[in-house]
């Protein structure tokens, strides 16, 4: 699960990061809109913590762009007005949330992942798929009921679950390797990282008895199937 950070207040941006890392987010994080806009245009992010008030600009305008650009990010708001019309505007223009500077780092988290949940796996609590079980609050994940827990890293989780989520198409090995390390990618020489990920993903898959399959479209990309 991937998240967005755009806020300018360097201690709180400090701390969201530390708050993105603690709870086993993979994050990016920026401090003004021309950046975020840069973000959104090239990743997709699972849920974008927003601060208004930027030094170059209105987080307004960014809402305004996912809208455009028909992208379905999950947005929280975060700001230090409290004013009516400036909730009612963020929430008119598509953002999930909003939040009142200062606020409890565990009510973001909740609502973060109630956000994740409804987008990504259009469900309130637990996720099926094959004979998979997850429960994407604590990040476990199961074959056939939470008993059975499979052991995964955050990166192979992270891969698992976006899978999940677009199952019915075929991701390229590019857009999974920008999902998963973002800039860093640019920094890699081949894909042997993503390729390990990827291999050591469908060997405990199949060590737990998980009925699906993780198919390698040659020249394409990855697409999973329950079998």
Known sequence: MKLLIVEDEPQLLKSLEEFASEEGFIYDSVTGLQSAMERISLYEYDCIILDINLPDGSGFDLLETLHKNGKTDGVIILSARNSLDDKLKGLGLGADDYLTKPFYFSELNARIKAIIRRKQFKTNKLVRFANLVIEPDQYLVGVNDLENLISFTKK????????????????SKVSLAEYIWGDYVDEAQSFDFLFSQIRNLKRKLKDAGAQLEINNIYGVGYQIQAL
């Open 156 to 171: 192979e989780y992270a891969i698992l679950t976006h899978l999940i989520n677009n199952h019915k198409r075929v991701i």
